[in-house]
């Protein structure tokens, strides 16, 4: 029997607020444990949560951003259940009148034509805590720092069919909101999370299989391995006889399986109610075209102008705007050096084999924007040759280096004196007699050898054309 995959996802994305949703405390990540903690994120008693406007105004930004209605009356919700990382029982979310609804992005469909991947609603909430597991000491510790950040939740139809399409979503997605600066999107640091629920079914059925929900994972990858193992586990059950169990799983990305946690919850179960301490939001018409009319210019967008305008290939153009970074870092390259070919293709080329083979997200990149292109520009001058040029990139991006200060003091700069040049070849041919009688015998391949002796002696600081301009004056 062939199987098809339903998937739907919901992706949470921690929003780039100073504060968090409902109270002063910082929203900065990497706080010592419970530092980042007040009475009103810690759930005392007594207290009452005052709404973080800025939470209001990136909603609607996503919103518009993804294709969404705004529901323009909407009100908050309380979702009630134990966890040891919630302290108040309760996390304040939206379930009845959420802020987005009824968006959309489009992926590429599995027959190469675009496809909408449709957007059921978009709702605001805050998150729990963390909880610490530490095995030497056989305890879980709890960091309330994450309590109270603010989060979009951003619930999908079931409308994916592969995990290409899941990936292609998640990345033109995190894409978005790093463009209109609502959340950095750094999964390392769980700014944003997915979670996918999974179901199979005969090819050519309309009826959903029983889903199960897939957490704890922290990358595109983990999210394409998870899809595979936990389709191929539900169609041998199936095919084996055996029912898939509706429930909550954990993925292991060390072991490469997915792990039972809970039954799945449905929404009858976390007795929701509307948020008494809370009154609802009026958002108007003005407010909405405020925040449409001051949208940047998104991927899509950019991507078009940088293939019509730049003359970009349409492969470049869709890595370079994945990432805000790697716009940003392209837009003050070309600023510099006023010729986007060349900033795209050192970007696409020695950039991204440094970015792999370190391992480093472009969000992680340590270096001064300004530096590729100066960099670039010593090439191009004649100041440095390209090979020097990628050894002072790497210098660049490892060590965040000036690139002239850099050339200047191990003095790598080009030789252009053609007396210095001159003197040196001539050296070269003194010492290499054999090699000079075999060119004049009419041996090409003496030539060649005669070059390299010379670029050697030269230590690579000269220019090749020039080497070779000279060797064959003085070799008549």
Not at 85 to 102: E, G, M, T
């Amino acid at each position: 029997m062939e199987w098809e995959i339903v998937m739907g996802l919901e992706v949470h994305t921690e929003l780039s607020t100073k504060t968090k949703i409902f109270c002063n405390c910082s929203t900065q990540f990497g706080g010592e444990p419970n530092t980042h903690v007040c009475e009103i994120c810690s759930g005392m008693p007594g207290t009452l949560p005052l709404l973080n406007e800025n939470v209001v105004r990136y909603a609607v930004r996503t919103g518009v951003a993804t294709n969404c209605e705004i529901t323009q009356y909407n009100k908050f919700d309380r979702k009630n259940y134990f966890y040891p990382d919630l302290p108040k029982a309760y996390q304040i979310s939206q379930l009845y009148l959420p802020i987005c609804r009824n968006g959309y992005i489009e992926v590429t469909g599995g027959d190469g034509s675009p496809k909408r991947i449709r957007i059921h609603e978009i709702h605001m909430e805050e998150d729990a805590g963390k909880l610490i597991h530490d095995e030497w000491e056989d305890c879980t510790m709890v960091d309330y720092n994450r309590c109270g950040v603010p989060l979009l939740e951003i619930v999908s139809e079931p409308d994916f069919r592969s995990a290409a399409e899941v990936i292609e979503y998640l990345e033109r997605l995190s894409a978005v909101l790093q463009y209109i600066g609502v959340s950095d999107c750094k999964m390392q640091e769980g700014s944003l999370r997915a979670d996918v629920n999974l179901s199979v079914r005969p090819k050519g059925s309309e009826k959903f299989g029983v889903r199960t929900e897939m957490k704890n994972m922290n990358s595109f990858k983990a999210i394409g391995r998870a899809i595979e193992y936990e389709a191929n586990r539900q169609i041998e059950l199936l095919e084996d006889g055996k029912e898939v169990v509706q429930e909550t799983r954990r993925w292991d990305d060390g072991k490469g399986v997915s792990v039972a946690m809970r039954s799945k919850e449905d929404a009858q179960d976390y007795k929701y109610f509307p948020e008494p301490d809370i009154p609802p939001i009026e958002i108007s018409d003005e407010y909405i075209e405020q925040i449409r009319n001051a949208m940047p210019e998104l991927p899509e967008a950019k991507k078009r102008r940088y293939i019509e305008e730049l003359g970009l290939p349409e492969y470049d153009t869709g890595i370079i705007t994945g990432s805000i970074y790697l716009v940003k870092l392209f837009e003050k390259t070309v600023e510099i050096t006023n010729n986007p070919k060349d900033s795209a293709n050192w970007i696409m080329g020695e950039l991204m084999k440094l970015l792999n083979d370190t391992q480093t997200l472009p969000e992680n990149m340590s270096f001064r924007e300004e530096s590729l292109g100066e960099l670039i520009n010593l090439v191009n001058s004649g100041k440095i040759n390209r090979g020097t040029g990628k050894k002072v990139l790497e210098k660049v991006f490892c060590d965040n280096v000036d690139p002239a200060k850099y050339v200047e003091e191990n003095n790598l700069a080009q030789v252009t004196d053609t007396g210095a040049i001159k003197a040196v070849i001539e050296e070269v041919i003194a010492n290499n007699e054999k090699s000079v009688n075999e060119y004049k015998g009419g041996k090409t391949q003496a030539f060649q050898y005669l070059i390299g002796q010379s670029m050697r002696a030269l230590r690579g600081k000269a220019p090749a054309a020039e080497v070779q301009k000279i060797l064959k004056e003085l070799l008549g």
